[in-house]
């Protein structure tokens, strides 16, 4: 699945305990959102820029990724620099821009990069079975993790069910219009994908039950910490002091 899409490698990153990632990941991502300071922030996506090249996941897929993240951003853009007051910067026209409206969506451009790429190199460099195993030993809730679980096994369903569905109204000469007839024909079809998910919820838990499932999974293999690991956490823990120095 795209969600386990940088998963597979041979990079350092990827042979790294994922409770070690988890570990380093959130403090991380909590000082890059809370952080007011640009040379903080330009410092922190430096650093997440340097991860997504030890993992070695520059590629094409990791542009598009990029690229949709800052998509919303391009509104920012377009509208804080002119309806933010404060300090003069310059003038397009008739219209001001603040040196408050040109900062307040850089940082927020900056941060978004920064934590889309640890967010990416870190935890993205797993798979999906090993974060839920790594939480499990992070003592995060059970229910929790077999709820974070089973989203991503049957998103992947939903989503070849919505577009088997979609297959079948253009097969019938469906075309979407700005009509009273599309917004009804898309309420039933939204309906139907409701009430099919629903079907196979039941039919998947009536499965579970028949092979004695109690809503948790056993670990049968467990995370043992190398060398390598310990080298990680020195390292990234390095990396939050300098972003905090700064």
């Given at each position: 699945?795209?969600?386990?899409?940088?998963?597979?490698?041979?990079s350092?990153?990827?042979?790294?305990?994922?409770?070690?990632?988890?570990?380093?990941?959130?403090p991380?991502?909590?000082?890059?959102?809370?952080?007011?300071?640009?040379?903080?922030?330009?410092?922190?996506?430096?650093?997440?820029?340097?991860?997504?090249?030890?993992?070695?996941?520059?590629s094409?897929?990791?542009?598009?990724?990029?690229?949709?993240?800052?998509?919303?951003?391009?509104?920012?853009w377009?509208?804080?620099?002119?309806?933010?007051?404060?300090?003069?910067?310059?003038?397009i026209?008739?219209?001001?821009?603040?040196?408050?409206?040109?900062t307040?969506?850089?940082?927020?451009?900056?941060?978004?990069?920064?934590?889309?790429?640890?967010t990416?190199?870190?935890?993205?460099?797993?798979?999906?079975?090993a974060?839920?195993?790594?939480?499990?030993?992070?003592r995060?809730?059970?229910?929790?993790?077999t709820m974070?679980?089973?989203?991503?096994?049957?998103?992947?369903?939903?989503?070849?069910e919505?577009?088997?569905?979609?297959?079948?109204?253009?097969?019938?000469g469906f075309r979407a219009?700005?009509?009273?007839?599309t917004?009804?024909?898309?309420?039933?079809?939204?309906?139907?994908?409701?009430?099919?998910s629903?079907?196979?919820?039941?039919?998947?838990?009536?499965?579970?039950?028949m092979?004695?499932f109690?809503?948790?999974f056993?670990?049968?293999?467990h995370?043992?910490?190398?060398q390598?690991?310990?080298?990680f956490m020195?390292?990234?823990?390095?990396?939050?002091?300098?972003?905090?120095?700064?």
């Open positions: 699945m795209q969600i386990e899409a940088f998963s597979k490698g041979r350092p990153l990827h042979s790294t305990d994922p409770r070690m990632k988890l570990l380093a990941c959130l991380l991502i909590l000082l890059t959102a809370l952080s007011q300071d640009i040379l903080q922030v330009t410092a922190s996506l430096a650093g997440g820029i340097i991860l997504a090249a030890i993992a070695g996941i520059y094409r897929l990791l542009l598009q990724r990029l690229a949709t993240v800052n998509v919303f951003m391009i509104f920012l377009a509208t804080m620099p002119f309806t933010i007051s404060g300090e003069h910067f310059w003038n026209g008739p219209l001001n821009i603040s040196r408050q409206g040109v307040l969506p850089l940082l927020i451009t900056l941060k978004t990069n920064a934590i889309a790429l640890y990416i190199a870190l935890p993205g460099t797993s798979t999906i079975i974060l839920s195993h790594a939480m499990l030993h992070l995060v809730p059970g229910k929790l993790v974070f679980y089973f989203f991503y096994r049957y998103i992947g369903v939903i989503a070849d919505f577009s088997k569905m979609l297959r079948m109204l253009e097969a019938r219009s700005t009509s009273i007839h917004i009804k024909v898309y309420a039933f079809f939204t309906g139907m994908l409701f009430i099919k629903h079907e196979r919820s039941e039919r998947v838990y009536n499965a579970l039950v092979r004695n109690h809503g948790d056993p670990l049968l293999t995370f043992t910490l190398k390598r690991d310990l080298i020195a390292a990234m823990s390095c990396l939050f002091m300098l972003i905090v120095l700064l």
